[in-house]
């Protein structure tokens, strides 16, 4: 399923007996009294496969947070996860939007980069994240639990066919990765300690 705590939990189910190895982004459909788009620079987005902000409305989603105005009948309440339909209308889910590095012009989503990683046999965990840089804006970075080498690391993302803007400039060996009580990878654990790293360095 694809949740969200804002619109009463569960937006889409999927049948995972139906899984392919194409679809393992694939969160599925909503139900009939779901409704959902996708959002892309504040235009509803209709083409297949073109991805954009989930969005959802209707009497599910909550009323208003604690101390704001309440919210407009209809009007469409925007996650901050980035999403896409394919042709049969199944959402696929491609991480958050708070979770996306801009690096030289060009986007970069850190599960994307993280799923290849972790195919690598000597990788337990990783985290990807964006650190500043005066030349790009921002850098591709990963902090690994691994036993590999940061340049077998590298070598692998070109294997797996990763564009080369997107694999990590910079990677990080760690014991464990920062989290916090529910298990949750804190990233900004990372850039706090890593940018410092960096600029101790100049």
């Given at each position: 399923t694809y949740a969200c705590t804002e619109a009463a939990s569960s937006l889409t189910?999927?049948?995972?007996?139906?899984?392919t190895q194409q679809d393992?982004?694939?969160?599925?459909?909503?139900?009939?009294?779901?409704e959902l788009a996708l959002f892309e620079r504040g235009r509803i987005v209709t083409a297949p496969f073109e991805r954009g902000v989930i969005a959802t409305r209707g009497p599910h989603v909550l009323n208003r947070y604690w101390g704001q105005p309440p919210r407009r009948r209809n009007e469409w309440f925007q996650t901050n996860d980035l999403g896409?339909?394919?042709g049969k209308g199944k959402l696929y889910f491609c991480g958050r939007l708070s979770?996306?590095?801009?690096?030289?012009?060009?986007t970069v989503l850190a599960l994307e980069v993280e799923r290849i990683l972790l195919r690598h046999p000597a990788i337990v965990e990783c985290a990807v994240f964006g650190l500043d840089d005066?030349?790009?804006?921002?850098?591709?970075?990963?902090?690994l639990v691994a036993t590999a080498s940061v340049d077998s690391v590298k070598e692998w993302c070109g294997e797996q066919g990763l564009a080369?803007?997107?694999?990590?400039?910079?990677v990080y060996c760690v014991d464990?990765?920062?989290?916090n009580s529910s298990g949750k990878v804190l990233k900004f654990r990372l850039v706090e300690r890593f940018q410092q790293h960096e600029r101790s360095k100049l």
């Amino acid at each position: 399923t694809y949740a969200c705590t804002e619109a009463a939990s569960s937006l889409t189910f999927h049948d995972v007996t139906q899984t392919t190895q194409q679809d393992d982004d694939c969160v599925g459909t909503p139900p009939d009294h779901i409704e959902l788009a996708l959002f892309e620079r504040g235009r509803i987005v209709t083409a297949p496969f073109e991805r954009g902000v989930i969005a959802t409305r209707g009497p599910h989603v909550l009323n208003r947070y604690w101390g704001q105005p309440p919210r407009r009948r209809n009007e469409w309440f925007q996650t901050n996860d980035l999403g896409y339909f394919d042709g049969k209308g199944k959402l696929y889910f491609c991480g958050r939007l708070s979770d996306s590095i801009r690096t030289g012009g060009e986007t970069v989503l850190a599960l994307e980069v993280e799923r290849i990683l972790l195919r690598h046999p000597a990788i337990v965990e990783c985290a990807v994240f964006g650190l500043d840089d005066d030349k790009f804006g921002q850098v591709v970075c990963a902090a690994l639990v691994a036993t590999a080498s940061v340049d077998s690391v590298k070598e692998w993302c070109g294997e797996q066919g990763l564009a080369g803007y997107k694999r990590p400039r910079r990677v990080y060996c760690v014991d464990e990765l920062p989290r916090n009580s529910s298990g949750k990878v804190l990233k900004f654990r990372l850039v706090e300690r890593f940018q410092q790293h960096e600029r101790s360095k100049l």
